[in-house]
């Protein structure tokens, strides 16, 4: 639940900065023809296309700084890590964000009144900044899936310029540029030209689009870098990614064939309702693509680094001895609902464990998908929780904690009724531990490094 709100904020995020970034692009072109004489291309600059872009980025920013907030509520270790290793070009980042911030802003406020070698300038200059802060952040958030032999070495730069980190800014630059294209022809729709002069409109600005060309490459670029058992689940191995990447890919291949075939080379009209469509299947597929890009890391945030929930594959041993929540110093939200300690531990260690991935009776909800197995399947399923999805992190408890969760569950599952027994059964411990030891500590083999 907690990884879809931040899903939900990182989409409409990357999707508004993404934008703000093509606006830039399709502007400094505009403003070079503009210059060249193009009063067309002029006029369209002066029209609300300009404060579209500055209205995206500006929301780009605020859901910029919203990932922040969620993203330190529901992974909290997984930021303090990246921000130790990357507080450099985080910092670099942001200065870039700020020259953009600066060129954009100077261009909405005096662009009208320069010269036209001034106003491409600082159009280029907020492209330019632009671009360098997409720059920066991918290399960051490419390291997570791909963190390469930053994992051993612990060096920057190594980490910085990982395998994925130039088919994703590639595909992410390619995917600006459509963007703002497809925003541009439905703003076009609704200026007062001549058919003529908007079908000219829509030909130039559908040129922005033709780094969709390279797509197909970058996407096969990126799949082929990233780890085997990633690539797996995405084609094939979970249903779910594969049919996500077979959305984006889908709609991606749809748009891109509209664009380079039909506007481009055959210099078709488009109309505002068309890249209107054009522009909702292109959100799905930055939603799919960015749900597969997320998913793909599981059980790792930072990949054989730091696991989803939290816990770092080497403390798992260690934990499974003193107990994953004996340090938890945060109380139970709603405490008093559980009527024995025993179900009340079950619930620390869901919270501390699962609820990174799961929920307990909602989407993806534990309760849901232990339906059916008996008490014994249940505890030798979470006991070797890394074989039973190989992008489930291992258990990393004591065999009472992970008791307390099956109490947890079968108590959750007949409806949390108010008195429950207490189980502790030495028996049934020795048991939970053979399990244990029998899927050691270590992550499923396919996803070890
Ligand atoms: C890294 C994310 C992640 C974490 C952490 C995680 N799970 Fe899962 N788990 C998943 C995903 C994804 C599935 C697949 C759900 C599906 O198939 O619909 C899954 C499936 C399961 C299943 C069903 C397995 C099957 O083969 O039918 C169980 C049971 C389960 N999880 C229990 C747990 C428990 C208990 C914990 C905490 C101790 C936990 N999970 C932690 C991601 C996670």
Not at 110 to 131: K, N, Q
Request: charged share 15%; hydrophobic share 55%; with cysteine.
């Amino acid at each position: 639940m907690r990884g879809m709100v931040i899903g939900a904020v990182g989409i409409v995020h990357v999707f508004l900065a993404q934008f703000a970034i093509g606006g830039g692009m399709l502007l400094t072109y505009l403003q070079w023809r503009a210059g060249r004489g193009d009063a067309l291309a002029r006029r369209f600059i002066g029209s609300f296309f300009k404060y579209l872009v500055l209205v995206s980025f500006v929301a780009g920013a605020l859901t910029g700084v919203a990932m922040w907030f969620t993203t330190i509520q529901v992974g909290p270790r997984t930021i303090g890590l990246m921000i130790d290793e990357f507080h450099w070009l985080w910092a670099t980042e942001w200065v870039f964000f700020f020259v953009e911030v600066i060129a954009g802003y100077t261009f909405l406020r005096v662009g009208d009144r320069l010269s036209d070698p001034l106003r491409l300038r600082l159009l280029a200059l907020y492209t330019g900044a632009a671009i360098g802060s997409l720059f920066w952040i991918n290399g960051i958030l490419a390291w997570q899936l791909t963190p390469g032999d930053w994992v051993r070495t612990h060096d920057l730069w190594a980490g910085f310029w990982n395998a994925s980190f130039w088919p994703s800014l590639g595909y992410r630059l390619a995917v600006s540029a459509t963007l703002a294209a497809l925003a541009a022809i439905l703003v076009v729709g609704t200026l007062e030209l001549a058919r003529a002069e908007r079908h000219r409109l829509v030909t130039m600005i559908a040129r922005l689009m033709l780094p969709m060309i390279a797509m197909p490459v970058l996407g096969a670029w990126y799949l082929a870098v990233i780890p085997d058992d990633s690539r797996r689940w995405l084609t094939g191995g979970s249903v779910a990614m594969s049919m996500f990447l077979a959305i984006a890919a889908g709609a991606t291949g749809l748009i891109g064939a509209y664009a380079v075939v039909g506007l481009v080379w055959k210099r078709l009209y488009a109309s505002g309702a068309t890249a209107m469509l054009l522009l909702t299947l292109a959100f799905a597929a930055t939603a799919a693509g960015e749900f597969v890009r997320e998913g793909a890391r599981k059980p790792y945030t930072v990949r054989g680094v730091l696991y989803s929930n939290s816990i770092a594959p080497d403390e798992v041993a260690r934990l499974r001895v003193v107990g994953s929540v004996a340090n938890d110093p945060y109380p139970l939200r709603d405490a008093a609902r559980y009527p024995t300690a025993q179900l009340a531990l079950g619930a620390r260690v869901y919270r501390a464990q699962c609820s990174a991935c799961h929920t307990l009776t909602g989407a993806n909800a534990v309760v849901h998908l232990v339906t059916g197995w008996t008490a014994d399947q249940r505890r030798m399923n979470i006991a070797q929780l890394q074989r039973t999805k190989g992008f489930m992190p291992p258990f990393a408890g004591t065999p009472t904690e992970l008791e307390a969760l099956v109490q947890l569950l079968t108590w959750e599952e007949r409806g949390a009724p108010a008195a429950w027994p207490e189980l502790d059964d030495p028996a049934v411990r020795a048991r939970i531990a053979a399990w244990l030891d029998e899927a050691g500590p270590d992550a499923a083999p396919a996803v070890r490094e």
